[in-house]
């Protein structure tokens, strides 16, 4: 596997950002975990600017919202973005407490269930620890198993379970301690 980098989204990566978006439409998804709403956005420039706003508190869209950094997946010297990854500063929020936590991802569909989700969890995971997190809570779908183990394999500890009277869905609370160089979870 070549290297892999979070990097920020950019005017540079638009026809890649737009390609990821277009990939979970037509694999019949509706949303994009872990994308800022990118499903939301036909203009990708302003989905850009969007995740730049959301970064400060002095420049969120919405005060309610949580100051949260986006990020992709990419190999280096490499277009195709793999995966994205949201990190949220604070759970602000009943719904982030509950349902949505610091961290939310994705991987291209066509690039899942190929360790890509473990590898941005653990760069993202490092990203927190150094923002001065000592712990981080993820959820997901209970019966999503993919995202299931991803968290499991990062260190995630089963906290409880909760269920979304909007989305009648069940979803899995996990927490996971923060150590220093990457030892966040078991290789």
């Known amino acids: 596997m070549s290297r892999l980098a979070l990097v920020k989204p950019s005017a540079s990566l638009s026809a890649e950002i737009q390609a990821y978006r277009q990939e979970f439409f037509e694999n019949g998804e509706e949303s994009i975990p872990g994308g800022s709403g990118l499903h939301h956005f036909d203009d990708i420039s302003a989905w850009i600017e969007w995740c730049r706003l959301m970064e400060s508190r002095k420049t969120l869209p919405n005060p309610d919202l949580a100051e949260a950094e986006q990020f992709l997946l990419v190999c280096e010297g490499e277009g195709k973005i793999l995966g994205m990854i949201n ?28 360790g890509y989700a473990k590898a941005q969890l653990r760069l993202c995971l490092d990203l927190a620890l150094a923002f001065g997190l000592k712990r981080v809570l993820l959820t ?48």
């Open 140 to 187: 997901c779908v209970s019966a999503n198993e993919g995202s299931r183990r991803t968290i499991l394999a990062c260190g995630g500890k089963y906290e409880s379970t909760a269920y979304g009277e909007e989305s009648h869905l069940y979803v899995d609370r996990f927490w996971i301690t923060l150590a220093p160089c990457g030892a966040s979870g078991p290789p």
């Open 87 to 114: 990190f949220r500063h604070e759970l602000r929020g009943e719904e982030l407490l509950r349902f949505g936590g610091h961290i939310g991802y994705s991987v291209c569909p066509s690039e899942r269930k190929q």
